[in-house]
């Protein structure tokens, strides 16, 4: 079955050092991949993803993720957490439907990131 | 507005009765999706339009849940005599286009309708 897996429900960093949190994922093929982070009662925005090309890849507030075929996974980092980076973060894979033609975005159940200040 | 728009934005209902949800894409977003999202999970998948038409309905989890996009912009999301389980955050997201390899992929979400059944 296809499934994303996000192993921590949350990752706590002081303010100033470097966060991962960690993505990985089971899918035939070439997904895209995405990473998405949802503030309280807000809904989810897009950070970043990866198509093709360079595995690393940069997206909004500073943040970046390293896409690894071998490891199947696509780690979210960011060299320096800032307090407003709290959130709940989401990665998710898009892969086809074979039989309706279309494609279906799955995701990750949620790490919830806290900075410390 | 230019986001996606939800509304309403909480729904408080009791047990049995019909809910509708609304939502109303980015202009111009032909791909559009209903996910629902319960506490501590991740946004679990519906059902999927393509233009007016549900591409893929296979997320809908029983025949009491049911989704129209008449014209292509506007879609409701329709509950029939709800149940407690029902209660989460129902998501709505739209994009430019999924077919194929064309459009660039991301989803642009709206704020989300509560739902709350007593």
């Known amino acids: 079955a296809q499934s994303v897996a996000q192993p921590e429900d949350q990752v706590n960093v002081a303010e100033g050092n470097p966060l991962t949190v960690k993505c990985t994922y089971s899918?035939?093929?070439?997904?895209?991949l995405f990473w998405y982070v949802q503030y309280p009662n807000r809904g989810l925005q897009f950070l970043l993803k990866y198509i093709t090309g360079d595995n690393l890849v940069k997206g909004s507030y500073g943040f970046e993720a390293e896409f690894n075929k071998s490891q199947t996974s696509f780690h979210l980092k960011k060299p320096s957490a800032l307090v407003s980076d709290s959130a709940l973060y989401f990665c998710?894979?898009?892969?086809?439907?074979?039989?309706?033609?279309?494609?279906?975005?799955?995701f990750g159940t949620g790490t919830r990131l806290k900075v410390l200040a | 507005g230019a986001g996606v728009s939800q509304t309403p934005s909480n729904k408080v209902t009791e047990k049995g009765k019909y809910v509708e949800l609304r939502c109303d894409p980015i202009?111009?977003?032909?791909?559009l999706y209903w996910y629902r999202q319960s506490l501590g999970q991740g946004p679990e998948f519906l059902i999927y339009?393509?233009?007016?038409?549900?591409?893929?309905d296979s997320g809908l989890p029983n025949d009491r849940f049911f989704a129209v996009r008449p014209e292509g912009s506007v879609s409701t999301l329709k509950i029939q005599r709800t149940e407690r389980g029902d209660s989460a955050v129902y998501l709505c997201?739209?994009?430019?286009?999924?077919?194929?390899?064309?459009?660039?992929?991301?989803?642009?979400f709206g704020e989300g309708s509560r739902l709350t059944v007593l």
């Open positions: 997201a739209s994009s430019l286009s999924l077919a194929g390899a064309s459009g660039t992929g991301e989803l642009f």
């Open positions: 339009f393509q233009g007016t038409g549900a591409a893929d």
């Open positions: 998710a894979v898009r892969v086809p439907n074979l039989s309706s033609g279309t494609y279906k975005y799955i």
């Open positions: 899918v035939s093929g070439n997904p895209y």
């Open positions: 202009s111009g977003h032909t791909a």
